[in-house]
Nanobody, 124 residues
Framework: QVQLVESGGGLVQAGGSLRLSCAAS????????MGWFRQAPGQEREFVGT????????IYAPSVKGRFTISRDNAKNTVYLQMNSLGPEETAVYYC?????????????????WGKGTLVTVSS
């Protein structure tokens, strides 16, 4: 069982940056792939990116590649999402995800562990 708690959401102007954090419980954090999803009002939850258990590889959705960076600190049981050049259309609740596999799958139906989310609002 993994429990995830996101933090770092808030209000940011378009073009700005924000860093989200996700703290995980449990001693086996380093064996889990971690990921981020987001869900805008009235829309489906969408994949943002994932990082392998060691942190050696990342995969991003095309819409965020080059602007968002996922990293992790296994000593602190924490994964981060650095978001740059944010646009108003990226206003959403951002969710942390975990999977005891080498990556978090892009379809949210197959994600076994979720945080409760943190709201990011990008003003125009």
């Amino acid at each position: 069982q993994v429990q995830l708690v996101e933090s770092g959401g808030g209000l940011v102007q378009a073009g700005g940056s924000l860093r989200l954090s996700c703290a995980a419980s449990g001693r086996i954090f380093s064996s889990y792939a971690m990921g981020w999803f987001r869900q805008a009002p009235g829309q489906e939850r969408e994949f943002v990116g994932t990082i392998t258990p060691s942190g050696g590889a990342t995969i991003y959705a095309p819409s965020v590649k080059g602007r968002f960076t996922i990293s992790r600190d296994n000593a602190k049981n924490t994964v981060y999402l650095q978001m740059n050049s944010l646009g108003p259309e990226e206003t959403a609740v951002y969710y942390c995800a975990a999977d005891p596999d080498y990556r978090v799958r892009t379809d949210p139906k197959f994600v076994p562990y979720w945080g409760k989310g943190t709201l990011v609002t990008v003003s125009s």
